[in-house]
């Protein structure tokens, strides 16, 4: 049977690169109403085995143009109830390409306002109009034709309100055109630059509170820390949640270094600190301002209001004009009579608060100083300066405009619209410019600022959703029972004890700060609940008192639990206190306090990740970069289409899931996922999948879309825990009857369950230092590295305390069983398996590959947490150190890299490799290990230089100048006769170190010698003496191959995965050998 290809799927498939038949099969699935996960997986014989992403852009091209379709059908219906559709404009509409164009064609006929346009074709004057246009009057006639049209009763009193009017339609006219658009964009776009300048009212405010600025100073450090005390207290706590880590270091960097520098970091706050005030909401009660203003301080962010620019103004201008009080803000006093001390305390108090609002303004301006006098080409324009331009547009700080090539585009304009031979080419050309500059580059600059922005919107969301999916995917850490600290300073370090399952078994508070006494105690409470619940690993939040909570840790380690194999991995709390005081949160823990479920939310976090994370908003978790600029339903639809993604990537377990969690499965939604789990609660856990079945609301469609994502583990059907769908179980028996099992003896080879890991002990931790502030270097080569360099230890770097869980060990039996079913997997033949029982080449692979390996974690084979026993101090710390890091934001600009002190370190995107690196993402990670190696060290500022570039690897050549590097000056031919070539050595250039001295060049009226003629050196080059220079070729030598390490038996057993092709080699002989 022929598939009949639609006129989408054939547009869509050539867009796309794509099989249009391969796109009509996914079309129609999608149009069943099949989700992207479930055709993904379930459907591959159909969509040629098309990945996620292909049919994510297949649905995204189709609802573009099927969008496209819907435009054009209500343009031509628009024009056609105007009667001036003709078969000329259907088929200019019919064939456009994309809604810029459609656009362009429907301009003419669009409904329009009240223009001077319009106003001249009330009174009469477009007949004239057109036939100037047309060219059919002379000067004498068309002057005698717009003399008749004076009439002061419709407003046109002379000749020149005539031409006048007449201009203004032909401007229309000249504005409508699809060509001039076209020409002018093209333009635009080829020769535009983005200038941005400061605002007149700005530099005058940044004046005067530059002049506020020059105070006594213990006056000014006063009230310094009390405005950055109160812009913690309104904004957030800046380390623990949102983008506070990439917006700190935006700042470092410079527009002309490499883009880095994000001037709208303030304004960012305006949308974002929403959801980061509510982090200490708990502990800004108990915390001091002092407190909060050294975390802030910490950080190295600028603090804000959470206003935008208007309304800031607006509350400037409220308090300035408070009544009853003069504009200097002080009190008037009858000279003699006593100075109430409350009046002085309130004038002083008020100046104190002008004061503050005038710097605050200063800082939110000065923000963006690099925009004050900026220019930079259209196509060089970088995403995230998109956004910020906007950001500092929006605040009022700066003017922005399109320059470009004007004249060239309007000399090619001219030249194809309006003849040489046109009688009036003089008034054309005259309205032609006023219809350029007045009604069309106002609309196309307008048209490409909204295409940039939808780009760089593009482009921040994307960052985003790569970040937040590595996030997601991070391995979880599985029965263990674990200690998880939510540091805090005066309110405490609250600590929950969590079970294998993660479950609540007792919870306390610990300070780090305050009595001596106090702290004593809360010491010797965390050492014997470690004990007392048998804990193995501990996990501590990034955030407020993060490093004291981690010191004490480090040093309970070294003494009371030295040996104990006890070790400790920092884990990301964005978000954690969004989640504590969230509807989702009560639900879930309604009679623990808010912030033990904090820390309760911190170690689940350390076992599994994905589950845990779900239940907490995506904006919240601070992996994006300026996602606060951008439409919220855009970003929202994004990401959760990636967490729906991770979510049926990985499966769900159906008796354990959470409601978060089953709304991201393939057919369900928070409505079914609720009642999913009231049904197990009401009538226990799931046994089988027919089951589902019984839930309700959970209809045949629903069950086909999600039954295949919902994992069983335990019951009676050994398939129930696979990949495998319910409708291909029937072919999933016959294939295990064909590898000579029965289901029965398949489900005892697969019911192995892996024991717990334990982590291993490792050299003596590194002490711990107070914090320090992490920079990143501007200049430097650099360097490859990845994943595989976190197990690169070298003679000469520093020893990390580092552990890592140990693999689970299986029964000899199992091993031997399962490689005989391996054995026997690999001998089937897929396509004539396929054809013997009647289906698809890929399900047979896919049910194979379950059968093998059936419930298999896709994220076992990414690397797990980085486990420590040990703290690091910056005291200790040297040039040319190494330290393991965890990658915490992949940005543009670089990577920020966790290596355990106070804050995240930037290693710049010039330091992350030797070779050129244009897209940081497409090597890094967030959660991926990274050696990084200390540059410089500045202990009294406490900043640290980093860079992932081996100092011990030799350098590799240049082969090109680097950006903004001067050529080498070019050697100077020596005067007089040309020398005899080189080949026969005889070369009489000058010798080295005797050139000219310096200052002296040739003297004035020397030139070149004059050629034979007198004239100027010239013509063919006469022949060269001697031999030809040959090249003398370098033997390179050849060093034999370092020899391969040995397989491991874990790799050989399949409990490991391969990370080499050496190992894949290795493998093949080794099986080889066995046969």
Known sequence: MTLAISAEAALVGRDLDLDPARVQRTIELLDDGNTIPFITRYRRDLTGAMDEEQIRDVKVALERCRALAERKATILKSIESQGKLTDEIRGAIEQARSIKRLEDLYLPFKPKKQTLATVARQRGLEPLAIELLAGIHSDDALAKAALELVRVDRGLNDLDEVYQGIGHLVAEKFGEEVELRSILRRWIWRTGRVTTTLVASVESSVAAATATAALPAATASAEASTSTADGVTEGGSATREGNSVVDAAMAEFT????????????????????????????????????????????????????????????????????????????????????????????????????????????????????????????????????????RGERARAIRVRITFDEASALAEGIRKLIPDDHPQRGLLIGWFEDATRRLVVPSLEREIRRELTERAETHAVSVFARNLRNLLLQPPVREHRVAAIDPGYKSGCKVAILGDTGNLVESHVVFVVGNAERRKAGRNWLVEAIRRNEITAIAIGNGTASREAEALVADILDNELKDSGVAYVMVNEAGASVYSTSQEGREELPSIDATIRSAISIGRRLLDPLSELVKISAENLGVGLYQHDVKAKHLRESLDAVVESCVNFVGVDANTASPALLRYVSGLNQLSAKRFVEYRGEHGPFRDRSQFSAVPGFGDATFVQAAGFLKIVGGPNPLDSTWIHPESYAIAEQVVAKLGYSLEEFGRIIDHRPTRSEPVETAAPVAMADDAQVASPDDASSAETGADQEAVTEQGTASSPLVEPAAAAEPAGTSATRAELQRRIDGVDVDRLARDLGTGTHLIRDILSNLLRPGRDPRESLPPPVFRTGATRIDDLEPGMSLSGRILNVVDFGVFVDIGLAESGLVHISHLARDFIKDPHQRFAVGQPIRVWVLSVDKQRRRVGLTAIDPAEPAMPRRRNEPGEARPPRQRRPEGNRPPGRGDGAGQGRPVGQGRPAGQGRPAGQGRPAGHDGGQRGGARPPRSGAKYVKPRYEQEKRPPAPAAPLSPEVAEGKAPMRSFTELLQFYHQKRDDR
Do not use: C, M, Q
């Open 255 to 390: 527009t002309e270094e490499d883009g880095a520098d994000e001037p709208g970091d303030v304004g960012d706050r305006t949308e974002g600190e929403a959801f980061d005030s509510s982090d200490d909401e708990e502990d800004s009660e108990d915390e001091s301002d002092d407190d909060e203003a050294s975390d802030e301080e910490a950080t190295g962010e600028a603090s804000s209001d959470g206003k935008s620019g208007d309304e800031s103004d607006a509350t400037v201008v409220a308090d300035s004009s408070a009544p009853g009080t003069p504009e200097d803000g002080s009190t008037a006093l009858v000279a003699g009579s006593a100075t109430p001390a409350g009046t002085t305390a309130a004038a002083g108090t008020k100046r104190k608060s002008k004061r503050r609002s005038k710097n605050k303004k200063k800082g939110e301006h000065d923000a963006f100083a690099d925009y004050f006098a900026f220019s930079e080409s259209l196509d060089k324009l970088p995403p995230h300066r998109v956004l910020a331009i906007n």
